[in-house]
């Protein structure tokens, strides 16, 4: 896991400039915390790149950006990302001559680009962003993972395009401007903390989007979909559906362990990451390896502060020990503490680019800075609720009915939060509507589909796009903010495509929220772990915490030039201290974010608008 950076321009030489280099390496710093152990630079006539690198495979010849010379141009690559099909792809290219000077991914992924060409997206299993610049066609390729694990950004500016892991290195280009313009804000505060696929709060800033590729040449920008889910019939039985299911889970797990740096996984006693852990300590007992080390995470006196609530119905302890006992791993408890969590809002910010999950964010920048110390690499069992449908709203009617995102339906409380000259002319609920319709008429719905597999794919499909890369975003940021990897077993493309097809009534085995996934698991995980009931990442529920957000948003509406001020409600927000946030009765998003986060949502907001000092543009 790296970052990368770069510019092509067919009309400038930027092998005659003399500040090309040190432009580079200014850009390069900004993305120093994702690659703590090496950096490189690549300049050409027409294009120019940098890399940070993390190590995790191959420290002697993984070095980026790597070269490979023809005698008719160069191959360059700088990536982000892990190919977990490494081993298929090299068997293949050595059947057709390729020879390898070390065994690191980033050396096949540019052999399969020059073998494959820009089919080579077709043949990879992983989690990547990387661009390519190839010297024989004089045009340079960028590709972006199925799930968008891995970012990837770019603006086009003067006939250049500016690419980046994230956002920060872009603004260091010259005359790249922070813009925030409707749209902007009706992402950030309509949309927020997810976004749009495609687009990011800045005008004229954009993603690659998830299973995308692009090639600039002399002619422009093109991008085109290299993989999306294709409805189809699911003629499997429930035998061969559960022996599929476990194959896939099986081969993910197991391809995803491949490290040569300390590897662990996240234990939070929850269905999702028990299997993970399950798979991985058998695997390590399998290969006579030393026993799995996982790590869980903990807040201070959240043992007497726990509140139960139907998105969050019980605490995980007992059952992290209860998996521990079971599989005799390696276990640490990591315990964050209330000041901590506030302190480093502004770093969760920074990480992101932009305003995020509040403290969810923030808790787990702290607990991979911890982990850290030990490990360079996690498994985590993020988006099995995506992808088996284990999200409370595929069950509540209030959020099958809200005709909206179902994890975010205080749509009038969200426009009340706009000043009067901001909300005059951004409507809110409008842009919603718009997004929330566009995403629905991409999804296929087949004949043979039953009333509730029809309405389930279309609760799925939002949940996949929207939700679930507003969580791979912050697992990527607040992770790479520390030079540490996370991998997504649950996210790998087959499983999930496969997962896609199984009817609503079969994924919901007895009504359960992932019942499917809980029936399969029976066989392997205590009785207790298989049948509890579903449970978020954990938060904090000390009464401190909301003290300190309290304290800290107060101490910004005590300034009344303070930046927030031009673009929200000063007596709405004031309305939301004194009442602690319950101006919004529910989760404002998720099933986590109530009046703390809220608050902490607003104070970053406050952060946002001081460190970046976009343009408001309407």
């Known amino acids: ?19 090309t280099l040190s432009l580079l390496k200014n850009m390069n710093s900004t993305l120093a915390k994702r690659g703590p152990d090496e950096e490189g630079y690549y300049i050409d006539n027409h294009t120019c790149m940098a890399h940070k690198r993390l190590i995790v495979i191959d420290p002697s010849n993984g070095g980026q950006p790597m070269i490979e010379k023809y005698s ?5 690559i700088v990536y982000n990302g892990q190919i977990y099909n490494t081993d298929e792809l090299r068997n293949v290219l050595v059947e057709n001559g390729f020879t390898f000077k070390g065994h690191c991914d980033t050396e096949v992924l540019l052999k399969s680009y020059i073998f494959y060409g820009n089919d080579v997206v077709k043949h990879l299993n992983g989690i990547f962003g990387f661009a390519i610049w190839n010297q024989k066609n004089n045009e340079l390729f960028l590709a972006r993972d199925h799930f968008g694990v891995k970012p990837l950004f770019y603006t086009l500016i003067n006939n250049t395009i500016v690419f980046a892991s994230e956002i920060k290195a872009i603004f260091a280009y010259p005359g790249v401007e922070k813009i925030l313009d409707s749209e902007g804000i009706s992402e950030l505060f309509g949309i927020g903390p997810s976004h749009t696929p ?14 995308h590729f692009a090639v600039f040449n002399e002619s422009g920008l093109h991008v085109e979909r290299y993989w999306k889910f294709v409805s189809k019939p699911h003629s499997d039985d429930l035998s061969v559906t559960c022996e599929k299911v476990k194959f896939l889970l099986n081969d993910a797990i197991t391809k995803q362990l491949v490290s040569d740096v300390p590897i662990c996984t996240f234990l939070s006693g929850g269905l999702d990451s028990s299997i993970i852990t399950k798979f991985a300590a058998d695997y390590c007992e399998k290969k006579n390896l030393p026993p799995l080390d996982t790590y869980s995470i903990d807040y201070v006196d959240n043992d007497i502060n726990f509140v139960k609530s139907d998105f969050q119905p019980n605490s995980d302890n007992y059952y992290i020990n209860l998996m521990n006992e079971n599989l005799h791993t390696n276990h640490h408890s990591i315990v964050i503490d209330t000041p901590e969590l506030a302190s480093y809002l502004e770093d969760a910010m920074i990480a992101r680019d932009m305003p995020g999950m509040a403290d969810i964010d923030s808790s787990l920048l702290l607990f991979c800075k911890y982990v850290k110390k030990d490990m360079t690499v996690s498994l985590t069992g993020e988006c099995a609720d995506e992808i088996f449908g284990g999200y409370p709203w595929f069950f509540r009617e209030d959020a099958l009915n809200s005709n909206t995102f179902p994890w975010s339906i205080a749509l009038n409380e969200r426009q009340e939060l706009l000043n009067e000259s901001i909300g005059s002319k951004v ?6 509507d718009y997004r929330y319709n566009q995403s629905l008429d991409e999804v296929d719905i087949l004949d043979s589909d039953s009333d509730e597999t029809a309405e389930k794919r279309k609760i799925s499909y939002l949940t996949l796009n929207w939700f679930m890369q507003t969580l791979l975003d912050r697992s990527d940021r607040m992770a790479m903010y520390n030079g540490f990897e996370l991998r997504v077993p649950f996210c790998d493309y087959r499983l999930a495509e496969y997962v896609w097809n199984i009817p609503w009534e079969m994924k919901a085995l007895n009504g359960r929220e992932k019942g499917l996934l809980r029936y399969i698991c029976s066989d392997f995980l205590p009785e207790e772990i298989v049948y509890r009931k579903k449970s978020p990442y954990p938060k904090t529920h000390n009464p401190s915490y909301l003290k300190a957000v309290k304290g800290m948003l107060s101490k910004i509406m005590e300034d009344k030039n303070a930046p927030i001020n031009d673009l929200l409600n000063r007596k709405y927000i004031l309305e939301i201290l004194e009442t602690e946030g319950k101006a919004f009765s529910r989760p404002w998003f998720g099933q986590l974010m109530t009046g703390p986060q809220l608050m902490a949502y607003l104070c970053q907001v406050n952060m946002w608008l001081e460190r970046y000092q976009p343009k408001i543009e309407l």
């Open 72 to 76: 008719y141009g160069d191959y360059v």
């Open 1 to 19: 896991m790296c970052g990368f950076v770069g510019f092509t321009n067919f009309k400038k030489d930027f092998s005659c400039t003399n500040d």
């Open 427 to 432: 409507n809110l609920k409008q842009y919603i």
């Open 198 to 211: 495609g687009t990011t709060i800045f005008k004229n800033i954009y993603e690659l989007k998830p299973a």
